[in-house]
């Protein structure tokens, strides 16, 4: 049978990105090494066509191809998020790309099809389907991680997380399965009573493994020690990736499990309260030990995990979900802005190779390259969370959303690791705009392309430090149109 | 006052300013300083406007602003001076002019930046002083720290990026305790907005249980006792006083530490007078070991800024004194030496300033006999050290007088003790003032010192100017500051059920409908 034509239109986003995926593989052997530039114009206006797209499934509201995919407010705030951070990647990749000698059309197509997978995440009602979408996303990131083919760190990224990752994907699996076992559905929405006799127990465990999985793709503590070698190790546009996009798509798929299965919020509560702390600590503390500018922000990035999972408990710990799956959601946006801004800078400023990445190479930057210092200044200072920028709005609802679910020592917890955050986004800043500048080589150029992601991000940090409403009342309808407990 | 919009325009002017700075070019840099002082001095100037407009006998707020800003939660645009903010914005507005001419000469290296990080300084304290609204009032405590930040951390000393840290660390620490405290405050009230939080207390509408009465007025009070600083917070100040430039120090001196006790009596006292009442005792006694322990460390300094920095830690602690000694006299005497610390703290900031780009060093035995080649500098140091050991006729005894004359009302013994902080800063002051003035001159090197130029003279005599005028037309002053201040104890009332729970103490009181 085939699917209605709701269906196909709910669906119009990933069909357009794999479209084009395959469109770019099929053409690269078509050009000449001259007219590779055609291959970034193609992905960028597939991810581009991807995001408008999107206006189909935020009109048509429902679940499709019988009940696998569920398509609300949530689904679509999360699709829109994760098809911005590609377009921003595959933009902010093609300089890069050429500097390093590696523009390949698969490349971008690896791109269009992580995001399909991040796009069915976010949207899958039911475990396998979600499962697909989780490997879809890894495998391609997997590869994405190893592009810098000749770079053995590059290759050490990519095997770290290609086993890693397995693991993980592997403990969901098997947590679907016990899942399955207990309540004989793989629907999420139907997941209230267990159905065989023992099944809450079986129940739990399957849900303490699928959330052991997710935690493996956010970098939750104890299981982030993959992130800062990988994050180290991928070409830094895709570090920018990693850590925006398909991070986002697996909280989504804890936020729905979690808003959907009630044995889920209450028996999560405390894994996530625990590893939230623990997440921010070990995030915090290992980033103020480094040295390599890369590293210290995938530290950073772990810490920031550490920051939503509060939100997350305070969603787990409250009869009303939204205040923290809206702060969860506001917090996505934010992060994946900031953070696709610093990454896509260092990325540029790093130089062939990505040579320059130590902390001591950005000295005297804001001498030599005063807007590119402003810029990452302005980054740094977003993720440290100083009002004005977005990342302070989105670490006061983080607090509000805490602080409403009554997690006082939980919100405290928070106050104190953005302290210590402090302390290693400062010294960036210090260096770059407090030390004389040592260094011989010329300054970079920012091509245009790049200096165009780095508007946006900068110019969305502003926004979303500044007039919240429009983007809060999205995430918060969002957040609302998840099915409920 | 309503429908004007001279506070938005006084809180923004400098910002937009900066963008005219932004278009000149960097090393341009004559026409880069005219153009912030000009601005500057513009600022101050629609500033006087607000003495004007003023009703000096409400306590209500003026100038008021309210708009929508963020829907979700209900955050306001709301803007207003009342008796407490009005001579601090004053205050502001006339010591950014006075910091940018006090650096005129001393700066050449990245000017545009420096006068940049100046003006949006004052944006950001003004913002403080005039935000009636909790989030507001955050966001601006909060950005005003990066200038400050990089003020410190490039143009400043040695030991600039050491101090530059230590300053946005200690600050942020207690800052982001206070985030959380408002935001726990709007949990239990609905509202982020001051006055309306002020009216469901004081009403009654909103009844908060005494523990965490007492929480929250501790988070809040530890981030207005750091940047105050109270004893034992205050080691960040000597630091990040006397590695900043002359203008950071100004600013530092006369207007950021004010942030501090503007936020215990705008905030602490009136939303949470039971837990202030019970702090109190310890709030007074680390006040009094702040005003002599400063004092004696003051004292002891070979290095004349950082003597001044210390004299910080000794007047603030007056400051906070007559704060928590809940007298009217007492507290508008603390506000009253507020200014008073302002203007001539800052006057002494210049003046070391003024003897560093000529020596190019703060160390006391470097200097001596300084009158000789400085007849000028040094009349006005006198002058100003005489304004800042609380000599009659001049505006520092008017604070500490009505400071002491409130808190011996109440709390004899807090008084004698704080009396001695009096005689102390005497002693400390003309003590330096002697090794640094008097005598023979004892370095070659000093002889040859030029005296104030115009530029500096200018300076010198309008803040000289402005301490005589505090000290012989206070009258001018408080009639404008008394109502509030006197409102600050209305605000501290609570209904009955408030008093029925402060006999109970440990046991919580029968819940009436409502509580939160």
């Known amino acids: 049978m085939f699917p209605p034509r709701e269906d196909i239109l709910r669906l119009m986003p990933e069909i357009i990105l794999s479209l084009s995926g395959i469109l770019l593989m099929l053409i690269e052997p078509l050009l000449t090494r001259a007219r590779r530039n055609v291959l970034v114009s193609l992905a960028a206006l597939g991810s581009g066509l991807a995001l408008v797209s999107t206006i189909y499934p935020a009109m048509l509201p429902g679940t499709a191809f019988s009940g696998l995919l569920r398509i609300d407010g949530f689904s679509v705030f999360v699709h829109v998020v994760v098809e911005a951070v590609a377009f921003l990647v595959i933009i902010g990749s093609a300089d890069y790309l050429d500097r390093e000698h590696i523009q390949h059309g698969e490349y971008y197509a690896l791109i269009l099809f992580a995001t399909v997978g991040m796009c069915v995440m976010s949207s899958a009602a039911e475990l396998m389907t979600a499962f697909v979408g989780l490997e879809t996303s890894s495998i391609s990131t997997y590869i994405l991680a190893s592009y810098r083919r000749d770079v053995p760190r590059s290759n050490e990224s990519a095997l770290k997380y290609f086993l890693l990752g397995s693991f993980a994907t592997a403990f969901f699996l098997y947590g679907i399965a016990l899942v399955y076992g207990a309540t004989g559905t793989t629907q999420l929405a139907r997941m209230t009573f267990p159905t065989t006799a023992g099944g809450e127990r079986l129940l739990n465990l399957g849900l303490g493994l699928m959330l052991v999985g997710l935690a493996f793709k956010v970098a939750a503590a104890p299981f982030q020690l993959w992130t800062p070698d990988v994050y180290e190790g991928a070409p830094a546009p895709i570090t920018a990736l990693m850590a925006s996009g398909p991070k986002a798509a697996a909280f989504a798929l804890l936020l729905r499990i979690l808003a959907t299965v009630a044995a889920a919020g209450t028996f999560w509560f405390w894994a996530l309260w625990i590893s939230a702390a623990l997440t921010m600590f ?111 709005l989105g670490k006061f609802y983080i607090f509000h959303a805490a602080l409403a679910s009554r997690l006082i020592w939980l919100a405290v917890l928070l106050a104190i690791n953005t302290i210590i955050a402090a302390f290693y986004y400062l010294r960036v800043i210090v260096v770059m705009y407090m030390r004389e500048p040592n260094q011989t080589w010329p300054p970079v150029p920012m091509p245009w392309a790049v200096t165009f992601v780095l508007s946006i991000a900068a110019a969305g940090t502003f926004y979303l430090g500044l007039f919240p409403g429009r983007v809060m009342a999205l995430a918060t309808q969002a957040a609302l149109s998840l099915p409920g407990r | ?474 009258v001018s002053f408080t009639r404008r500051t008394e109502a509030s201040t006197r409102n600050v104890f209305m605000l501290m009332q609570r209904p009955q059920v408030y008093n029925a729970r402060a006999a109970l103490r440990s046991t919580p009181p029968p819940a009436p409908s409502g509580i939160r």
């Open chain 2, 1 to 474: 006052m309503r429908g004007s919009y001279l506070l938005t325009v006084l809180t923004f002017l400098p910002l937009a300013g900066t963008l005219a700075l932004f278009m000149l070019r960097p090393d341009d840099r004559e026409w880069i300083r005219r153009i912030a002082l000009a601005i500057s001095l513009f600022e101050f100037a629609l500033s006087l406007l607000l003495l004007r407009g003023f009703v000096p006998n409400s306590a209500d707020y003026q100038f008021v602003e309210l708009h929508n800003w963020i829907p979700s939660p209900p955050i306001h645009y709301h803007l207003g001076v009342d008796g407490i903010s009005l001579f601090l914005v004053l205050l502001t507005t006339f010591l950014t002019p006075i910091a940018m001419l006090a650096s005129w000469k001393s700066i050449e290296q990245r000017v545009r930046g420096f006068f940049i990080s100046l003006l949006v300084l004052e944006s950001g304290v003004i913002g403080v002083f005039v935000s009636l609204d909790l989030f507001e009032f955050f966001l601006f405590w909060e950005v005003m720290l990066i200038p400050m930040y990089f003020l410190i951390g490039i143009w400043g000393h040695e030991r600039r990026i050491y101090a530059a840290v230590k300053f946005i660390l200690y600050t942020m620490l207690g800052s982001i305790l206070m985030l959380v405290a408002m935001i726990w405050l709007y949990e239990l009230s609905g509202s982020f907005d001051l006055p309306q939080i002020q009216n469901m207390l004081v009403s009654g509408q909103v009844i908060l249980s005494l523990r965490t009465e007492l929480l929250l007025f501790a988070a809040f009070f530890l981030a207005f006792a750091i940047k105050v600083p109270l004893f034992p917070l205050h080691t960040w100040l000597p630091d990040a006083h006397t590695e900043a430039p002359t203008a950071g120090s100004v600013m530092l001196a006369g207007v950021l530490l004010k942030m501090g006790t503007y936020g215990m009596l705008r905030f602490c006292l009136p939303l949470f007078p039971e837990a202030a009442h019970r702090f109190a005792p310890y709030v007074a006694v680390l006040a009094i070991i702040g005003i002599i322990y400063g004092a004696l460390v003051a004292m002891v300094q070979t290095d004349l800024k950082r003597l001044v920095a210390y004299s910080s830690v000794s007047h603030l602690g007056f400051v906070v004194l007559g704060l928590f000694a809940f007298d009217p006299t007492a507290v508008q005497g603390a506000l009253y030496q507020m200014l008073n610390h302002g203007v001539s703290t800052g006057a002494l900031f210049v003046l070391v300033g003024m003897l560093y780009d000529r020596r190019h060093t703060h160390l006391i035995h470097e200097f001596g006999g300084l009158a000789t080649p400085l007849p000028v500098i040094a009349a006005f140091f006198l002058f100003v050290s005489l304004s800042s050991a609380g000599l009659p006729m001049l505006n520092g005894f008017i604070g500490e007088f009505l400071i002491l004359a409130g808190t011996f009302l109440h709390h004899v013994n807090w008084a004698s003790y704080a009396a001695i902080g009096i005689i102390l800063s005497a002693v400390y002051l003309l003590w330096a003032y002697q090794r640094v003035f008097f005598g023979e001159v004892t370095q070659d090197k000093n002889r040859t010192l030029r005296d104030a130029d115009r530029r500096e003279r200018v300076v010198l005599v309008a803040m000289a100017a402005l301490i005589l005028w505090m000290g012989i037309g206070s």
């Open chain 1, 282 to 392: 070990v995030g915090n503390l290992a980033a103020i030990a480094q040295h390599n500018v890369k590293r210290m922000l995938a530290y950073s990035s772990i810490s920031h995990a550490g920051y939503i999972l509060v939100a997350l408990a305070a969603a787990a710990a409250s009869d009303q979900v939204e205040l923290g799956v809206a702060a969860v959601l506001y917090y996505l946006a934010v992060y994946a802005l900031m953070k696709l801004g610093a990454f896509i800078l260092v990325s540029q400023l790093s130089g062939e190779s990505e040579r320059h990445m130590d902390i001591d190479d950005f000295r005297g930057l804001a001498m030599r390259q005063p807007v590119a210092a402003a810029c990452f200044a302005l980054f740094l200072l977003s993720l440290l969370g100083l009002p004005v920028t977005a990342g302070f």
